[in-house]
């Protein structure tokens, strides 16, 4: 019998006995102690923020070495990769990760192909409809960017508002901006290719001519311009206006898919749970490996990257924001082909959707660690 209830028996038993007993001369009672005042509760406890936890055990034969090539040299549009290697986000997932930056001169797709590397980070969902094209067994497995960050940037003197204001302009556009999204203007804008002047990643010419217009991403040339020319760009982001290709793709061989899905898996969601934390929790360690890599590359450029990714929605929008990081689907691969066949830059009777799996995209690992609105 607990203590308490005890006591309160005996007290009963007491008190019924005294009731069977003639009266007695009693003492007269005790003057009554002061209540005391109850200790206040202690403050309540601020919850733990949200740790990334690995979805599944180191195996049993120790971590499996994977390689994962980019398209550029170390940036802050790669930030998430890093991040996971910095942090040690791939470990926890039972992966050894080395990331090989790409750069004017460097082909990691053909390393991809040739069985040299495990994956690597495609600049946008064209290239992969091209694989299928050349029966190249490559497949894309998960899309970083919802959105491709591809824009027009223009003088404020020119008072461009929308994108038609851009066809009274001078257009410096890149050899494969013309084959690839500038078609699609063509098409869905009725633009003109003679208004097109080269773009050689050189922004003078833009800068000379108040009445032109230069090709860029949204997370970087607007900045340089920024910083060189001191003025600030008007932006405009095609994908605003329908370009709906994805962007920053993982892609990696069929064959690797057979061997070894659940490695697959795990370097996809690692690499999703590091995208989540470069852009919303500490990404110092990211940075510090992005600049070790890349030593032209700032405090600054890096902050500014992250910060228009997050306010463009170029990775955590549309259908990332309930299935996590990397989402794709078949509306937007059917949309965007739909798109560049009416541009005449896909043929009709191409089997697009040999060119993607939704095999390890669409979980929703890492949506807990969005801060919460």
């Given amino acids: 019998m607990p203590p308490a209830f005890l006591l309160r028996a005996l007290t009963g038993a007491v008190v019924a006995a005294s009731l069977a007993l003639p009266a007695l001369a009693s003492p007269p009672p005790a003057p ?3 209540a005391e005042t109850p200790a206040p509760p202690p403050p309540p406890k601020k919850p733990a923020p949200p740790v990334a936890q690995p979805a599944r055990k180191v195996p049993d034969g120790g971590f499996d070495k994977v390689s994962f090539g980019t398209n550029w040299v170390a940036e802050g549009e790669h ?57 190249v067994p490559v497949v894309a ?23 038609e204001d851009l066809k009274r302009l001078t257009l410096f ?14 098409s869905e804008y009725g633009f003109d290719e003679t208004r097109i002047k080269p773009y050689t990643s050189n922004p003078q010419p833009f800068l000379m001519d108040k009445n032109s217009a230069m090709q ?31 962007s920053t793709l993982i892609e990696t061989r069929r064959e690797l898919i057979d061997k070894n899905p659940d490695m697959i898996q795990r370097f996809v969601d690692a690499s999703m749970i590091g ?23 700032t405090d600054e450029m890096l902050a500014y990257s992250v910060d228009k990714m997050k306010q463009h929605g170029i990775v955590d ?47 929703g690992v890492g949506v807990d660690l969005r801060p919460k609105k």
């Fill in 79 to 135: 930030g998430g990769f890093f991040q996971a290697v910095a942090d040690g986000t791939y470990k926890a997932y039972g992966l050894d990760v080395t990331i090989l930056p790409g750069g004017p001169n460097v082909n990691n797709r053909a390393l991809l192909m040739a069985g040299k590397l495990d994956f690597f980070m495609t600049a946008n969902t064209l290239q992969s409809f091209d694989a299928v094209a050349n029966n």
């Fill in 275 to 297: 995208w989540y934390t470069y852009l919303y929790g500490d990404n110092s360690a990211g940075n510090a490996m992005i600049k070790s890599l890349n030593p032209e590359m």
């Fill in 32 to 34: 009554a102690k002061p």
């Fill in 216 to 246: 860029g991403y949204v997370t970087s040339e607007p900045f340089v311009i920024e910083q060189k020319a001191k003025f600030k760009p008007n932006v405009l982001l095609l994908a605003d206006y329908g370009l709906d290709g994805y």
């Fill in 317 to 363: 929008s549309g259908d990332a924001v309930k299935n996590g990081i990397g989402a794709m689907s078949d509306t937007r691969y059917a949309s965007f082909f739909d798109k560049m066949t009416r541009a005449g830059v896909v043929p009709r009777d191409l089997d697009f959707r040999r060119a993607y799996t939704l095999q390890f995209a669409n979980k």
């Fill in 141 to 163: 497995i998960a899309a970083v960017f919802q959105k491709d960050p591809q824009v027009f940037v223009t003088h404020p003197e020119s008072k461009v508002e929308k994108l």
């Fill in 173 to 186: 556009v890149s050899k494969e901006g013309i084959t690839s999204y500038f078609q699609w203007l063509k």
